[in-house]
């Protein structure tokens, strides 16, 4: 019978094996990320009905505006119809809108382009393009359309070096534009993150249509007094693969509604 050690020659054993182990426990320690959970944020509690109230009280809130031409028109109003006034001049512009008004980092930042591993094709006129990931509406999704539930399949986002540092990103998990559509479709359990390439981050994302939340220490570049220098650097990339899911009740085809970010850089505060 042919012995090990007539394969290996005199190399003793021990010294194989700990040579094995050594290889395996490099190779384990060089693709080992950092697993993360969210912080929940609030519900997106979206639905065409909920639309349809928000839309005819915005009509309410218009014409108790066009009412009042100055203080005193103002002064007079109904206590009802003074917080009518101000939900007009504060609210978002749509039902949809990921923001209700107001400055953020996006003043200054999202200067990126977003590429996708597939998409889902368009389907009685809805679309379900990359682009929808990132357009800060609750309404529009990514869905990826490769067969299965898609995993591995992946979204890119590419920066400009000067884009402002990120230090959260936001995900809203699945299609929210309804209750419905958001059991029906699949949901992401675990998304591997990657910057410029690298494996970053392993985020674990809850079953959950409410937003979740990840920090992090500053992403991006950081040396920012040299503009030209700063836009002279390579272009950067934070891509985010699905590793794993939770299934949907009718459909295979794996959603999500947003990824967005905050961060510094923008506001003379950062």
């Not at 950092?34 to 009509?59: H, Q, W």
């Not at 917080?83 to 008004?101: E, H, I, L, M, P």
Request: with cysteine; proline share 4%; net charge neutral.
């Amino acid at each position: 019978m042919t012995s090990i050690f007539s394969i290996y020659g005199a190399k003793p054993l021990r010294q194989i094996l700990l040579g094995v182990c050594l290889f395996l426990m490099l190779s384990a320690a060089a693709q080992s990320v950092n697993e993360v959970y969210p912080t929940l944020g609030p519900l997106v509690d979206k639905s065409a009905a909920g639309e349809l109230a928000f839309l005819k009280y915005r009509n309410t809130c218009a014409q108790v505006y066009q009412r009042v031409s100055n203080q005193d028109d103002y002064e007079n109003l109904s206590d009802a119809n003074k917080k009518r006034y101000n939900d007009w001049v504060s609210s978002t512009s749509s039902y949809w809108d990921v923001f209700a008004g107001g400055c953020t980092w996006y003043c200054g930042g999202g200067l990126d382009t977003i590429s996708a591993s597939s998409a889902l094709q368009a389907y009685r006129g809805i679309n379900y393009l990359p682009k929808n990931i990132h357009d800060r509406n609750y309404k529009t999704a990514w869905i990826e359309g490769a067969p299965g539930y898609g995993i591995g399949e992946y979204i890119t986002y590419h920066f400009p070096p000067h884009n402002p540092r990120i230090t959260e990103i936001k995900i809203v998990n699945g299609y929210v534009k309804s209750p419905l559509a958001w059991r029906n479709n699949s949901r992401v359990k675990k998304l591997k993150m990657y910057v410029d390439g690298k494996p970053f981050a392993i985020l674990n994302l809850a079953d959950s249509r409410q937003e979740q939340y990840f920090k992090f220490e500053p992403i991006g570049y950081g040396d920012r007094e040299d503009l030209e220098q700063l836009r002279a650097n390579p272009w950067w990339s934070i891509r985010f693969e699905i590793l794993a899911v939770y299934k949907g009740n009718k459909y295979d085809d794996t959603a999500i509604t947003e990824i967005y970010f905050d961060g510094i850089d923008v506001h003379q505060t950062d």
